[in-house]
């Protein structure tokens, strides 16, 4: 089953498909706020062209953020277009992209986060600035074989374990201890045995392929531990919707293999964090929006797309970045594109112009979100801030082409950065969301359930007494 793909085009197609390729289940799937995915699970036999059509009802009320018990009920509707296999069921399983519809009106969801997505292209078809966008992410991860949680009142910790830790350098091992393994910053792309992950991403790579998403390339990141999987770009819904894929590949191929892979932003002091570098370009009529004869052979509308982003990034954050662990990693020294400036190949600018070779291939990288992040939100937030931008000619002033990092602190302290953290950015959020709420993309309820949601975390975080507390202050 894992090497059969399912093209269909529409309702009729799909049906006659499952039946004739003896299917036994349907995964209806949908995405909550937090960016988590969900399923409903039908069987074959349900499986017609009405219940295809009209979707199929659950309880809201149970996903957080979302509806009152008093009002609970809920549809998905699903986009046989976006049907493929699951090779992790045992029995023959496929899985379908949802929209989540108010049963009362028959409309999207306002909270649904792909139904955001959604609206979000549509709205910018309606400015007449592109009819198409482009996303690439690059979403890092950590690959452990050993992850130990204690949240409790008198027992606050983690362990984490891995082979290729430089923590285990002298750990004996009943097989005897290799010493073939990667120093802290020092895993960018290293030939095997000191890069030790290579077959697992291969095998992730090949599952990926297998469902649908087109993958590029494999490598081992800057940290011990880390990885990174290359996908094709798409367009902002489709690549939302290969994210999804993306983590249940890297999170059950990990589990298959014996190891536990995580999105966690940082879970390792004193070394790199997992980033999503997001690429982002529109084109009109066939032709790149973003090509043109400005800085770097971008186009003025371009440019005015980075003000828009620049703008609104403390905003954004709230969406690109939005667990507490995320801001752990947004420091500087360590990669993160803290620093609110744009250039040309300059890794430490939170906007990068990547190298092109044709106009077609001009786009521009953002570089502070991370793989917490809801796709769908993320994406159509930084849509939103780009068209903002256009719409009121936002130009995000001179590029900065030296490293950043090493500017003197009267410089330095001229140049914008990202929030701090969690709340900071939720505030952020609370005083500028107006150019999301154009087109009816994101409304005032859903941007005040999104911030009452995550601030439930803020509050859990910030109370929790942390075990470098008793380090720093047991004795005070």
């Known amino acids: 089953m894992s090497e059969k793909t399912l093209k269909v085009k529409n309702v009729t197609e799909f049906v006659k498909t499952v039946h004739d390729m003896d299917v036994q289940y349907v995964d209806f799937n949908f995405t909550d706020l937090r960016g988590k995915m969900h399923r409903i699970t039908q069987h074959i036999n349900t499986i017609d062209k009405d219940l295809m059509e009209n979707g199929i009802y659950f309880d809201g009320s149970s996903i957080d953020g979302w509806k009152a018990i008093n009002e609970s009920d809920m549809q998905l509707k699903p986009n046989v277009t976006t049907a493929t296999f699951d090779p992790f069921a045992t029995q023959p399983t496929v899985k379908v992209f949802c929209e989540v519809l108010e049963p009362s009106t028959g409309k999207n969801y306002t909270s649904d986060p792909r139904s955001i997505a959604l609206a979000a292209e549509e709205y ?86 297998q469902m649908g998403v087109p993958a590029e390339k494999h490598h081992h990141e800057v940290a011990p531990s880390q990885c990174e999987l290359g996908i094709q ?66 186009s003025e509308t371009c440019l005015y797309y980075i003000g828009g982003i620049i703008k609104h990034a403390r905003a954004l954050n709230a969406f690109t970045n939005p667990s507490t662990n995320s801001y752990k990693r947004l420091v500087p020294g360590y990669e993160a594109p803290v620093l609110l400036a744009y250039s040309q190949r300059n890794r430490s600018a939170s906007c990068r112009i990547p190298m092109a070779t044709t106009p077609k291939a001009k786009r521009i990288e953002i ?25 009121h000619k936002i130009h995000p002033g001179d590029a900065m082409d030296k490293n950043l990092y090493d500017l003197p602190e009267e410089e330095l302290a001229s140049i914008p950065t990202v929030c701090r953290d969690l709340r900071e950015a939720l505030d952020a959020l609370k005083g500028d969301h107006d150019f999301l709420l154009k087109g009816d993309v994101f409304t005032k309820e859903m941007i005040e359930g999104f911030i009452a949601l995550k601030m439930e975390e803020v509050i859990r975080y910030e109370t929790m007494p942390h075990p470098v507390e008793f380090d720093m202050y047991y004795s005070a």
């Open 124 to 209: 910018m078809k309606s400015t007449g600035v592109a009819d198409s966008v482009y996303f690439g992410p690059e979403a890092e991860f950590f690959v452990f074989e050993d992850v130990k949680i204690n949240v409790a009142q008198n027992h606050v910790g983690y362990e984490i374990d891995s082979q290729e830790g430089p923590y285990n350098s002298g750990t004996h091992y009943e097989r005897g201890n290799m010493g073939h393994r990667p120093g802290p910053k020092g895993g960018y792309v290293p030939e095997a045995p000191v890069d030790a992950l290579g077959e697992l991403r291969s095998e992730m790579l090949t599952v990926l392929n």
């Open 233 to 298: 770009f798409a367009s902002l819904t489709e690549s939302a919707d290969n994210l999804q894929i993306y983590k249940h590949v890297v999170h059950n191929v990990a589990a298959a293999f014996g190891y536990t892979a995580t999105f966690l932003p940082k879970p390792v002091y004193g070394d790199n964090g997992s980033g999503m570098h997001c690429h982002q370009s529109l084109f009109k009529d066939g032709k790149p929006v973003f090509a043109g004869d400005e800085y770097a052979g971008l």
């Open 367 to 391: 570089r502070f979100p991370d793989p917490t992040a809801n796709p769908y939100l993320a994406f159509s937030a930084m849509l939103m801030a780009g068209l903002d931008g256009i719409e």
